[in-house]
């Protein structure tokens, strides 16, 4: 293979340890493993039939067409009530990009914004494609550490001791990925006090989780007049409607910002797909405080969360905390680094994921890749009888090592 002759962007960038730990579960199941994949971070539920029926009746209507780049008004209308309804936020339809996808929102946020050594602070642990994206606008990514005795959430006090003259942009999504910690109006609101005493630093808050939050009201630091200016929302459909194939994603910002993402988008991808956009019409019109489906798949999470901490109790040697929202769960379980079964000796946790796969069969995702190497990240978005399943193969694995 001719590598040399690839760019140094794409030789620079990390392969998604998702996807990766993904494609080895289907491999090994492609070859009659009887694999569990708790990698993936995808809902478990169909996508609401009201939703479906909106998209079919958009075939039946010929939406077949270009669409807008910065999406079809009827969405944008959509979206705004939805964040007027939801979150207080009062977003013109001028204000808001649609996008394939959350991913798409961030980098076009990112490209906006950033140059060649801006800095971006993003704490840890984050998602995996954060800092890929800020390699691709060639800023450089600051980690600012949040560990499991603080329930994985950074301070106030840490973003400002991390702030320099080149900073540009702060990070962060609330309920995490992959820790599934959710930040309170107070938490958040010391947070948006240290951006406002810096004019030139601009928060991307990615809330694609927003509805799989068990605290109840959700967030937003949008919500803070005084940083407002200063805030780009990212969310979606794909998680809190079950609609990940549809690739819908958004933002809602300074008008400037949405400008300049219309731009950037108009150049290399242009507007999402027409049906799936008639589709999320119909989801941001429904209210999830009415929605059987939506509740329905909220409380289902909410007790599947509660199953993988009580099975995990009886696991050794494994420190967890009690995540708010999203649907994983973030154990720390680096007391079993250095330990072997006598074939192979565990160095941190891609080693024992990878051990774990192949000796048990089970797909879980190392939290190096979050930036966190101590912790392994577990989906529950999947059956109970699956998760006790998958829990005991894992505890059946550790009991090996020595």
Known sequence: MNTEFLSDRVKNLSESATLKMTQKSRELKEKGYDVIALSIGEPDFNTPESVKKAA??????NHTHYTPVNGYPALLKAVSQKLKRDNGLNYAPEQIIISNGAKQSIANVMYALVNPGDEVIIPSPFW???PEIVKLAEGTMVDIKAGVENEFKFTAEQLEAAITDKTKVLLFSSPCNPTGSVYSKEELKAIAEVVAKHKNIYIISDEIYEFINFK???ESIAQFDFIRDQV???????KGYAMTGWRIGYIA?????????????GQYTSGAGSISQMAAVEAALTDPKTSNEMQEMVKIFNERRDLVLDLLKDVPNIKTNVPDGAFYVFPDVSSYFGKSNGETKIENAADMCMYILEKKFVGLVPGCAFGDPNCIRISYATSNDILIEAVKRIKSALAELK
Do not use: E, L, R, T
Request: proline fraction near 3%.
């Open 128 to 130: 995996v494609s954060y």
């Open 216 to 218: 109840g009201q959700h």
């Open 232 to 238: 780009i929302i990212v969310n979606g459909v794909s």
């Open 253 to 265: 910002a300074p008008v400037f910002i949405a400008k300049a993402c219309n731009k950037i988008q």
């Open 56 to 61: 079919k009746k958009a075939i039946d209507d």
